[in-house]
Antibody
């Protein structure tokens, strides 16, 4: 059974970089597609992008230029970095697997607030 | 980008009634790659339906999906108390993946 768990700071200052990690159990991060999704009250659910084959990526154009994914196969983790954050990046961030395109399973999510 | 519009925004029904939720796409969803999710407060979304009509593992058969092209429906035949939640559709036929804004199913 695949399980995912997000981790990272809950508070980030404006203009800084948001960094989150998703730890995977029950599957290898070297296989399948691994996604980041965020949820805000205003914009709802927004797909950020995915990483697969330990390094190939597909980012949502709305965030392209600010987002970078990476994979650490030794720790079975994948990570998100989002630069130059603003209050609009305040959200609950989820990681999720998508072997066939739909998202299943999801992590529990981690809330990130952008504020000074 | 495919925009998904869900209706109604809120649906008020009683346990035992039938719920019908709609998801309309701004353009045809490739191969009917349309999924439905249920989200309860404080939880991550949970996959219910994939490829428009295929129930995920462990999902009760009172949940059913239908539709093709640009018009999709999630039906819940007999509402149980645990079914009152927010429901989202999502397309994965093209990039970027997109979600609908959600339908809140509340107890009448």
């Amino acid at each position: 059974q695949v399980q995912l768990q997000e981790s990272g700071p809950g508070l980030v200052k404006p203009s800084e970089t948001l960094s989150l990690t998703c730890t995977v159990s029950g599957a290898s991060v070297g296989r399948y597609y691994w996604n980041w999704i965020r949820q805000t009250p205003g914009k709802g659910l927004e797909w950020i992008g995915y990483v697969y084959n330990s390094g190939s990526t597909n980012y949502n154009p709305s965030l392209r230029g600010r987002v970078t994914f990476s994979v650490d196969t030794s720790r079975n983790q994948f990570s998100l970095k989002l630069t130059s954050v603003t209050a609009a990046d305040t959200a609950v961030y989820y990681c999720a697997s998508s072997l066939f395109g739909y998202f299943d399973p999801w992590g529990r999510g981690t809330a990130v607030t952008v504020s000074s | 980008e495919i925009v998904l519009t869900q209706s109604p925004g809120t649906l008020s029904l009683s346990p035992g009634e039938r719920a019908t939720l709609s998801c309309r796409a701004s353009q045809s969803v490739s191969d009917n790659y349309l999924a439905w999710y249920q989200q309860k407060p404080g939880q991550a979304p949970r996959l219910l339906i994939s490829v428009a009509s295929s129930r995920a593992t462990g999902i009760p058969d009172r949940f059913s999906g239908s539709g093709s092209g640009t018009d999709f429906t999630l039906s819940i035949s007999r509402l149980e108390p645990e079914d009152f939640a927010v429901y989202y559709c999502q397309q994965y036929g093209s990039s970027p993946r997109t979600f609908g804004q959600g339908t809140r199913l509340e107890i009448k």
